[in-house]
């Protein structure tokens, strides 16, 4: 009540209004954008080694078609002309392209996650995070059915497809209402509101909207910065806009903010953490493969094998992408039962359990098991990690937050295939695997030392003075 007046927040119209057709169809959109990076990665585990034997690469250069696209992850455009790439050269700059195309996917994170009612917000994001599940499947399929009759010039071609779907249907995205409110253009958060809910036939609560002043505080550990990151300041709307109008470089420094840096330096070491173990065990299924053949643990082999004709390839890596659904399911049932930190770290060091035996070559079938045990732990934790990372930051960062460790995490991606790729073809498999449990018991501790848990909690709009 102000001035009489009744009064409601984003939070309290988003719980009014539910989950409907508008949310719906910010799923669907969101979705899309995450199917699209999943094949563009998936991609990488099939094309490197086809290019390698078309055009005679080293092992050093067949690594750098995957490092170089995360070095900066337009995706559709450059996805497309990479399947024209007549050289070794203009196929590294496209890819280079495709990453830059998709860095911009932690934003759409973030704006979905900002349409959601908070007491539904763990389960939405899973399901959220099943359409990069469903990314990595569609790829392994369409691998499977293309690479051996077409090649891998077909596979860049269709892979790039889901892109173009998301340019359809941009002119119907609305802005967060919550990003609108904290930059003090309420009139215009009612707006979208309003819009959400005639579109999902409910009312909005009567009254006035409030710019998210009015924050719940629960209860909270004797953390100074657990409060910090909880506690929101009330000050007039006009004060608070001047204050929020932060641009790049301003809401950068407030990450590494006395409230926000520990938060900060512990999720961009845990996003490295999680980066290079997924993508590197997305390649190690393909190439401790190649690399037991290379180095005689499944028979004297002295010439490379054709990885577009290998059936087993595909299989097996269709088979280790299923992983993703049961770790889906396991982070579904654990993430608002025991909290995103325990989920999180307890995936972590039973991974360490599941990839330990990779240590001496194992047949191709246990090494199959033991990868698929692994992918379970880490789609699961990855998974969490997604969900709590916006949660963790308050509106006027987040985006940027999450945007930034998501760089950061680039160079878990860039550093990976020199372990999964340069040591596994150099017979050193031993490293390799040692190297992989060293940064899941790493990024487990690092998970342990978070401030916060935020399972139940509302989201934050503020960053307390």
């Not at 999902?200 to 910065?225: I, Q, W, Y």
């Amino acid at each position: 009540m102000e001035d009489g007046v009744s009064t409601y927040t984003v939070d309290e119209a988003l719980i009014s209004m539910g989950f409907g057709k508008f949310q719906a169809f910010v799923l669907a959109y969101s979705g899309m954008a995450k199917i699209s990076e999943a094949m563009e990665m998936m991609l990488l585990s099939f094309v490197g080694q086809s290019v390698q034997a078309e055009w005679e690469l080293s092992a050093q250069a067949e690594s750098l078609i995957t490092s170089v696209v995360f070095v900066a992850l337009v995706t559709g455009g450059a996805g497309l002309l990479s399947a024209f790439a007549p050289n070794y050269l203009s196929l590294i700059v496209l890819r280079f392209m495709v990453g830059v195309g998709l860095g911009g996917g932690p934003v759409l994170s973030s704006w979905f996650l900002e349409f959601i009612p908070a007491p539904n917000r763990g389960t939405w994001m899973v399901i959220f995070s099943a359409f990069w599940t469903i990314g990595t499947i569609m790829e392994a399929s369409l691998a499977w059915a293309v690479m051996p009759g077409f090649g891998w010039r077909w596979l860049l071609a269709f892979s790039s497809l889901p892109s173009f779907a998301l340019l359809l249907f941009y002119p119907l995205t609305l802005e967060s209402p919550r990003y609108l409110c904290m930059k003090g253009r309420t009139a215009d958060a009612e707006q979208v509101l309003e819009t959400m809910a005639r579109l999902n036939r409910v009312a909005l609560p009567s009254g006035k909207l409030m710019s998210g002043h009015r924050m719940e505080l629960h209860e909270m550990t004797d953390s100074s910065e657990t409060s910090q990151l909880l506690s929101a300041k009330k000050t007039n709307p006009a004060a608070h806009a001047s204050k929020s109008e932060m641009g790049g470089l301003n809401a950068i420094l407030k990450l590494l903010s006395p409230n926000l840096i520990r938060s900060t330096l512990l999720l961009w070491t845990v996003f490295l953490g999680h980066a290079f173990l997924y993508y590197g065990l997305v390649l190690l299924t393909s190439e401790l493969s190649h690399g037991n053949k290379i180095c005689g643990s499944e028979g004297a082999v002295t010439t490379q094998t054709n990885h577009s004709n290998d059936a087993n390839l595909y299989r097996n890596v269709f088979i280790t992408s299923f992983g993703e659904v049961p770790g889906l399911i396991l982070s579904a049932a654990i993430v608002d039962k025991i909290g995103r930190k325990l989920s999180m770290s307890s995936m972590l060091y039973i991974s360490c359990l599941c990839i330990a035996p990779l240590m001496v070559p194992q047949t191709e079938s246990l090494t199959t098991i033991f990868l698929f045990c692994a992918r379970v732990c880490i789609s699961a934790s990855f998974t969490v990690l997604h969900i709590y990372a916006p949660e963790i930051y308050p509106t006027a960062v987040r985006a940027t937050g999450v945007g930034f460790a998501s760089s950061i995490a680039r160079f878990g991606g860039i550093l990976c295939p020199l372990v999964a790729v340069s040591l596994v073809h150099a017979c050193h498999q031993t490293a390799a695997i040692l190297i992989f449990i060293t940064v899941m018991l790493v990024s487990g501790v690092a998970v342990s030392y978070f401030p916060l848990e935020t399972s139940g909690r509302k989201l934050s709009d503020h960053i307390a003075a």
